[in-house]
Structures are given as C-alpha cells and as structure tokens.
C-alpha cells in the first residue's frame, strides 16, 4: 500500500517557524504532484499549497502566501514545508497528498489517491 509519512508538527509560538516534512513509502514521489492541506477544529479540510512534479510549480492559498513555503528534494523522496510567521489561526492538522494521476498546472490538481495520517501544529503562546 503506497503511503506517505508526515513529520515536523509540534508547538510553535505566535511568530515562530516550523518546517513539515512528507516523505514517502514504497514508491518513487518524483513522479507524484503533492499537496498540503490543513484541518482545524470544527473546520473544513483547506488545501494550504501543491508542487508540480518537478517543483517548477507552485499554489499557495490567499491564507498562507507570503508566509509558507512548498519545495521538493526528489533524491531524498521528500516534500517539505516551511512555515514562517506562524499564527494561532495555522494551528491545525497538516496532511500530505500525493497524485500521479493529476499534475500542478494553472491550479492543484483536484483529485489524490495517497494521504497521509497527518502532523498536529499547535501556534499558541
């Protein structure tokens, strides 16, 4: 079963930084478009950003730009996050995506077959 692993969530301070990381299992996540979405408490599931196949690529939701950063390291098989200027209204769940079916072009691809179980992000001082 094709999985993808997160990690890097924890407690941050308003203004803090954290960087998510997405690293895949038993498949190759050079030839997968990936997203981040995000799901806070009593919220709907918000996608947060995606990275084309090549990480030439990128979205970013109106919330998180300028702010967050998306990126690729195919040789380590992982995606990273980095998120700057952490705000109490970032705390929430951060799931990884992963598509081989769709691509990043003009949006996110509207469809991934490969999540994962999520890292928790707590912005509270």
């Known amino acids: 079963q094709l999985q993808v692993v997160e990690s890097g969530g924890g407690l941050v301070q308003p203004g803090g930084s954290l960087r998510l990381s997405c690293k895949a299992s038993r498949f190759t996540l050079q030839y997968y478009a990936i997203a981040w979405f995000r799901q806070a408490p009593g919220k709907e599931r918000e996608e947060v950003s995606c990275i084309s196949t090549s990480g030439g690529i990128t979205h970013y939701a109106d919330s998180v730009k300028g702010r967050f950063t998306i990126s690729r390291d195919n040789p380590s098989n992982t995606v990273f996050l980095q998120m700057n200027s952490l705000k109490p209204g970032d705390t929430a769940i951060y799931y990884c995506?992963?598509?081989?079916?769709?691509?990043?072009?003009?949006?996110?691809?509207?469809?991934?077959?490969?999540w994962g179980q999520g890292t928790l992000v707590t912005v509270s001082s």
């Open positions: 995506a992963a598509t081989a079916i769709g691509e990043v072009a003009e949006s996110c691809p509207s469809y991934f077959e490969v």
